[in-house]
């Protein structure tokens, strides 16, 4: 396989489009793909433009197909994140369902408020002989002498 071959790899893992890369390392539309097309040559300056734009590609491995495409300590730093990322999921659920279990639990209490204030103003209306106030934007009902 040719470092041109490599780069093709390295391109495609990244995600990005052969006119992006050639933008990215300052080359002339279309290079990238005739020289792929023709399996051409890499010359010393593009790669040396390629190691400056993507430092995680280890430049070795382009040109000899040794080792592995990223370096070791983007791999490292690669699987730090995606644990961290894992642990930030994971407390996020939780976080999450202990939100909504409060969120129930709150509508619940609200509920037995609303009740409750209903059954106090009924209380008062026996006592008083008053009809309860209720308050126009909710059907919670207002003690009289609160």
């Not at 002339?28 to 010393?44: D, I, M, T």
């Not at 495409?69 to 939780?94: G, R, V």
Request: glycine share 4%.
């Amino acid at each position: 396989m040719k470092p041109i071959e490599r780069i093709a790899i390295f391109i495609h893992f990244k995600k990005i489009s052969p006119h992006a890369f050639e933008k990215k390392i300052e080359l002339s539309n279309g290079y990238f793909s005739k020289q792929l097309k023709h399996l051409g040559s890499v010359g010393s300056d593009i790669l040396i433009r390629i190691h400056h734009a993507y430092s995680d590609l280890d430049i070795l491995w382009v040109l000899l197909g040794e080792g592995q495409m990223l370096k070791e300590e983007i791999l490292n730093h690669q699987q730090i994140d995606n644990s961290i990322l894992e642990d930030f999921t994971n407390k996020y659920t939780n976080e999450n369902k202990k939100l909504k279990k409060l969120e129930n639990e709150f509508d619940k209490l609200q509920t037995s408020l609303t009740d409750k204030e209903k059954i106090i103003g009924l209380y008062e209306f026996m006592l008083n002989g008053n009809p309860p106030i209720t308050s126009s934007s909710s059907s919670i009902v207002k003690r009289m002498d609160a």
